[in-house]
């Protein structure tokens, strides 16, 4: 079965920075768009970051533009969210999913989830 695993996160100060890491396995993962999503408590689930399935093209929300970096290793089966300039408003559970097609990167339709990873950003 489909399985996607997130990994470090953790809590830092603002200003800091953390790289998640989104492992992969059950797919043909460069068949699979990958993108990244956080809730915050009380609000509801927002678009982060999506990536083509080669990484030629990468999309970002407004609110990270700039402090984050989407990528992919196609051969480790691996996304990553390079998190930098963290600010206490980007504490949230972040989760990676991927979904075969592009057309609804930022709409949180994707086929398949993983269990989230929690970051917290001190002030």
């Known amino acids: 079965q489909v399985q996607l695993v997130e990994s470090g996160g953790g809590l830092v100060q603002a200003g800091g920075s953390l790289r998640l890491s989104c492992a992969a396995s059950?797919?043909?993962?460069?068949?699979?768009?990958m993108g990244w999503f956080r809730q915050a408590p009380g609000k509801d689930r927002e678009f982060v970051a999506a990536?083509?399935?080669?990484?030629?093209?990468?999309y970002y929300a407004d609110s990270v533009k700039g402090r984050f970096t989407i990528s992919r290793d196609n051969a480790k089966n691996t996304a990553y969210l390079q998190m930098n300039s963290l600010k206490p408003e980007d504490t949230a559970v972040y989760y990676c999913?991927?979904?075969?097609?592009?057309?609804?990167?930022?709409?949180?339709?994707?086929?398949?989830w993983g269990q989230g990873t929690q970051v917290t950003v001190s002030s």
């Open positions: 990536i083509s399935w080669s990484g030629g093209s990468t």
């Open positions: 999913a991927a979904d075969r097609s592009m057309s609804s990167y930022a709409s949180g339709n994707y086929d398949y």
């Open positions: 059950g797919l043909t993962f460069s068949r699979y768009v």
